[in-house]
């Protein structure tokens, strides 16, 4: 199952596809500086399985129906050695289905799996290497000014760059721009930076910036179950420095709770409980 951030990365590049253009300009024959739009394609590929790529786009020159190139944008946020099979064949599908030329672009937060992505991936006599947008080649937008010009790009540096110090910088001038915007739009990239932040970094940020907190509903849910995870993962960890350790069962029940006020019991109880029962007494 696809987590959060990969979505929201999704829905980035599907509103805001321009954020591809100085990555294809500058390997896709054709291009050069003209006037560009961008239109969504069909991302199924007819398979069994079936293969569903994140996002397919075709460019078109303004006034023209015809594409005149078109690819695939795959959010690749961990390293996955079966994914460039799929890819190759939505690279190919999309040349055999339309005739032009055709990219793919792999997308990601980790410099590792930047590296990995790059391929060359061999298959036979065909050999893909996909374009990569990462830390390496992601401008950082670290000031108002340049978050202002254009916020969908400020964002994208934003988690792009999540797992650098750097990104305190980044997520100070998204602030404050988001803070000038009246609608849901600002709370919903806030909390979408925030979840692309590595856990050690945005620890931090919460100590030195009182305003590094989730502002939307889905941003507040899926910080409480982190926090709720974290808690019941310490709890756990104490109860087996301590030598009271729970079955399977237990272990599960601890895990599954999501009651903070619930959890912070166990855990003070767990410094000095004497018995798994006397941690769990109500």
């Known amino acids: 199952m696809a987590s959060p951030l990969h979505e929201m990365f999704v829905e980035l590049f599907a509103e805001h596809p321009e954020l591809l253009l100085p990555t294809l300009r500058e390997h896709v024959p054709g291009l050069g500086d003209a006037s560009l739009r961008f239109r969504r394609g069909e991302t199924a590929t007819s398979q069994i399985p079936p293969l569903r790529a994140d996002l397919t786009l075709e460019l078109h020159r303004p006034n ?4 005149i190139a078109a690819g695939t944008v795959e959010i690749q946020l961990s390293e996955d050695e079966s994914k ?19 990219f793919l672009v792999v997308v990601t937060n980790d410099p590792s799996i930047a590296t990995w992505a790059a391929g060359p991936f061999h298959s036979g006599m065909v ?8 830390p390496a080649n992601m401008p950082v937008i670290a000031t ?5 010009a254009s916020l969908p790009q400020a964002l994208l540096s934003g988690i792009v760059h999540g797992r650098r110090p750097v990104a305190a910088e980044i997520g100070k001038a998204l602030a404050t721009v988001l803070d000038e915007t009246p609608d849901d739009v600002g709370a919903l990239y806030w909390d979408t930076f925030l979840s692309g932040l590595d856990k050690a970094i945005r620890r931090k940020f919460e100590m030195r910036f009182h ?7 889905w941003g507040k849910e899926l910080y409480a179950k982190g926090e709720a995870k974290g808690e019941a993962s310490a709890i756990l960890k104490l109860l087996d420095i ?6 399977p069962s237990l272990r599960s029940r601890i895990m599954a709770c999501t009651d903070l006020d619930q959890l912070d019991r166990w855990l003070r109880r767990a410094v000095t409980a004497r018995s798994l029962d006397e941690m769990l007494a109500s």
């Not at 023209?64 to 594409?67: G, I, V, Y």
């Not at 050999?127 to 990462?134: A, D, F, Y």
């Not at 305003?211 to 939307?216: A, Y």
């Open 211 to 217: 305003d590094f907190k989730p502002r939307s509903d």
């Open 84 to 102: 460039p099979y799929s890819w190759l064949l939505y690279h190919a599908g999309q040349h055999y289905r339309l005739r032009i030329p055709t």
């Open 242 to 247: 301590r030598g009271l350790v729970p079955d």
């Open 144 to 148: 108002p000014e340049q978050a202002r």
């Open 64 to 67: 023209q129906d015809e594409p």
């Open 127 to 134: 050999t893909l290497r996909p374009l990569v947008l990462g």
